[in-house]
């Protein structure tokens, strides 16, 4: 049934998008010409600057109509990206694409994202209710009164409908949500494959090192008095799936008692990566422990049925049940068990990152930051930052609501209601004391001790452990955080390839060349590179013959780097070795070099239509990195020619001596209306290892060159 509902939706964007024909090419100029600039419900009028990326430099006489600007901005530049993210967070994507899109609803339904939205909605601090409303009434100022409409509306023949405060908050608990869903997913369906013993045995070693599900980010912040330039620096490169348009934007922001630049994600009021006139701030996700699933088998279970709108279909009545532990999660595709399994979440509790992000945007000192912080629950981050002047001191703090828990691990991936933490005794995280560094870095490693356990799961230490070794061997400049997010070496691989090498038997001469370009291979993932292609097939191939299918899945599900895959195949027998790089040897004959099989894909959704699908292609070019680089583009086991699924899609630097030197790119381009100058623009820029300078002075106008006023 699934399938025939998704073949009749493509059938019908197929039609659609062959009587409407390809987007046409559209210049910034032309892009900008539909911004409507009357009738915006400020109270006097914004300016706004922008570059030739489409950059916006928002000027405004108060923080209300700062946040007018700023919805304007955003509904401007990814209006499709801000639907689609409303939709989901809502549960309303059948009511756009029909029935293909009501397991979708259901999968968001059952999660209860939305639970604590009206209770949220209710608490907000008036200040921070006129800023979300500014913002909601720039984004319905697009939505109303812009003269055309982004190619997806056109496609599904679309109008979207004006924004809610609540919808914001909605959009804010989509962020929020909590990856080890993802985790909690893979490992579940590879459990039932294995024998209890087997499970048994497997699962502490799984919590036994450093591990983690792919996805990771880096961040440093150099104090004053480790800085060459004397001033304070700080470099971010947060990595989330390689999506087009990117998760992020490019603004800054300008109103009484208020300049700042950096990174946003669409849809969401709040500068998360960036900095003000007294501080730089930057962050990695923490991978918190704040969710549980529990096994609710012999409990009290409530059940529902809700109807929700189907486009060209009846509504559709989904059956929802919820126990006192949360709602019950396992009725879904994602996290289908056999027992009933209900999902205690932090995020089903009241918080408000908004105003903890709001109150870094205006904090003036480090304790400000940590402060504002404070209220900062899911998803959890390890947040760096760094103050301005001569005598800039750099902080670390952990920006989570966590569990109180007992435990310093977890005795099973599902726990039992006795053993189950209280939704409403969380600790405050921002409160933990933190050593007094001049360097701090965090890649979503595991934190300093804590008074108790906030997570189980966490990244290697590779990538830290390069951050730290990079920014000690020498002065530390702005072109040093440059260098960071452009560093490919890892470290570890060496040892393994050494290790294997060790090992090997005598080749056939047709696959001793192969041998000799991974002796020499000096641990680089440049995409030129031949010896990492050959490390990769080697070690992938040696994986998948010398671990059992259903634990490799088990593995994969927690490990980014070498892991536990690495010690297994690093006792590989020679046998072993030796079939193994006749793989790699041939991926190697075939692909020469790593960039060639090891490719970046930027293709918007609709690339996935057949026939008409290369219209919205976007590009692919060869990509420097892998998993454990600092310049991160992951991927899986390496076979030959594969996509990289997640990694870095922007970068911000920014040095502290210079109000103006703030340096960012995006991997991709600012704005999301297809056939736009500037869908990919930056791409040539983040290929070159350049940036975009964003002052935090008033825009000049030379770079700035094209002008909005929006007037009331």
């Given at each position: 049934m699934a399938d025939r509902h998704a073949l009749a939706l493509v059938a019908r964007l197929l039609a659609r998008a062959l009587s409407l024909g390809a987007p046409p090419p559209l210049s910034t100029e032309a892009r900008?010409?539909?911004?409507?600039?009357?009738?915006?419900?400020?109270?006097?009028?914004?300016?706004?600057?922008?570059?030739?990326?489409?950059?916006?430099?928002?000027?405004?006489?108060?923080?209300?109509?700062?946040?007018?600007?700023?919805?304007?901005?955003?509904?401007?530049?990814?209006?499709?990206q801000l639907e689609a993210m409303?939709?989901?967070?809502?549960?309303?994507?059948?009511?756009?694409?029909?029935?293909?899109?009501?397991?979708?609803?259901?999968?968001?339904?059952?999660?209860?994202?939305?639970?604590?939205?009206?209770?949220?909605?209710?608490?907000?601090?008036?200040?921070?209710?006129?800023?979300?409303?500014?913002?909601?009434?720039?984004?319905?100022h697009i939505i109303t009164q812009a003269p055309s409409l982004p190619h997806e509306f056109q496609l599904l023949r679309l109008r979207p409908t004006p924004w809610t405060l609540r919808d914001l908050l909605a959009v804010s608990r989509l962020?929020?949500?909590?990856?080890?869903?993802?985790?909690?997913?893979?490992?579940?369906?590879?459990?039932?494959?294995?024998?209890?013993?087997?499970?048994?045995?497997?699962?502490?070693?799984?919590?036994?090192?450093?591990?983690?599900?792919?996805?990771?980010?880096?961040?440093?912040?150099?104090?004053?008095?480790?800085?060459?330039?004397?001033?304070?620096?700080?470099?971010?490169?947060?990595?989330l799936s390689v999506a087009q348009p990117p998760l992020w934007l490019i603004a800054a922001l300008h109103a009484p008692g208020l300049d700042a630049v950096g990174l946003m994600i669409p849809g969401i009021p709040a500068i998360a990566l960036g900095r003000n006139r007294a501080l730089a701030w930057g962050g990695t996700n923490l991978h918190a422990a704040s969710s549980d699933l529990v096994d609710v088998s012999g409990e009290a279970i409530d059940e529902c049925v809700v109807s929700i709108p189907v486009r060209d279909a009846a509504p559709a009545c989904l059956r929802l049940r919820h126990t006192r532990f949360g709602p019950v999660v396992s009725d879904g595709l994602l996290l289908r068990s056999a027992s009933p399994l209900a999902l205690r979440w932090v995020g089903h509790r009241a918080s408000d990152e908004l105003t903890a992000l709001l109150g870094i945007l205006q904090a003036g000192s480090l304790d400000q930051f940590r402060d504002a912080l404070r209220g900062f629950a899911v998803p959890g981050q390890t947040m760096v930052a760094v103050e301005a002047g001569p005598r800039g001191s750099t902080g670390r703090?952990?920006?989570?609501?966590?569990?109180?828990?007992?435990?310093?691990?977890?005795?099973?991936?599902?726990?039992?209601?006795d053993a189950l933490w209280d939704l409403d005794d969380l600790v405050v995280a921002a409160d933990f004391a933190a050593p007094i560094e001049t360097i701090v870095a965090s890649a979503n490693d595991r934190p300093h001790a804590a008074p108790i356990s906030v997570g189980f799961f966490f990244a290697p230490p590779d990538r830290v452990r390069r951050l730290r070794t990079l920014l000690e061997t020498g002065p530390i400049t702005a072109a040093t955080m440059v260098d960071l997010q452009h560093d490919v070496l890892q470290p570890g691989a060496l040892a393994l390839r050494d290790l294997l090498l060790s090992r090997c038997p005598p080749l056939?001469?047709?696959?001793?060349?192969?041998?000799?370009?991974?002796?020499?291979?000096?641990?680089?993932?440049e995409a030129a590179s031949a010896g990492a292609l050959v490390f990769e097939v080697l070690t992938a191939n040696l994986a998948r013959r010398l671990i059992p299918r259903t634990r490799l899945a088990i593995l994969a599900a927690v490990w980014s780097g070498r892991g536990l895959v690495g010690r297994t195949i690093a006792h590989a027998p020679p046998g072993a070795i030796r079939a193994a790089f006749a793989h790699a040897a041939r991926a190697w004959r075939r692909h020469h070099c790593w960039g060639a099989a090891h490719r970046m894909a930027l293709r918007h959704p609709l690339a996935a239509l057949p026939l008409i699908g290369r219209r919205y292609a976007g590009c692919t070019f060869a990509a420097d990195g892998s998993n454990d680089t600092l310049n991160k583009s992951g991927h899986g086991l390496v076979f030959g020619r594969h996509r990289v699924t997640y990694g870095a899609g922007a970068r911000h630097v920014s040095d502290l001596a210079d109000d103006n030197a703030n340096h960012f790119v995006l991997l991709g381009g600012q704005d999301g209306w297809l056939g736009s100058a500037n869908t990919l623009d930056q791409v040539a820029v983040w290929r070159n290892g350049g940036s975009i300078t964003v002052p935090l002075d008033a825009a000049p106008t030379r770079e700035w060159p094209h002008e909005t006023i929006l007037s009331p």
């Open positions: 900008l010409a539909n911004i409507p600039v009357r009738g915006v419900p400020s109270h006097a009028p914004v300016h706004i600057r922008w570059d030739r990326h489409q950059i916006p430099s928002i000027e405004a006489e108060s923080l209300h109509d700062l946040a007018v600007g700023l919805g304007v901005v955003h509904a401007h530049l990814r209006l499709a409303r939709r989901l967070a809502t549960a309303r994507v059948a009511e756009a694409i029909g029935p293909a899109g009501i397991e979708l609803d259901r999968a968001i339904l059952l999660m209860d994202l939305t639970r604590a939205v009206p209770e949220i909605e209710a608490r907000l601090p008036p200040a921070t209710r006129l800023w979300g409303r500014g913002f909601v009434a720039g984004i319905n962020a929020a949500t909590d990856m080890s869903w993802l985790v909690f997913a893979r490992l579940l369906r590879a459990r039932t494959r294995l024998d209890p013993a087997s499970w048994r045995a497997l699962w502490p070693m799984l919590q036994a090192g450093d591990n983690i599900p792919s996805p990771g980010s880096n961040s440093a912040a150099v104090a004053a008095s480790a800085s060459a330039t004397g001033a304070g620096l700080i470099a971010s490169d947060p990595h703090t952990i920006a989570a609501h966590v569990p109180r828990r007992a435990n310093t691990t977890m005795p099973d991936l599902v726990t039992t209601p056939p001469p047709r696959d001793t060349p192969a041998r000799r370009v991974l002796a020499e291979w000096d641990g680089r993932y």
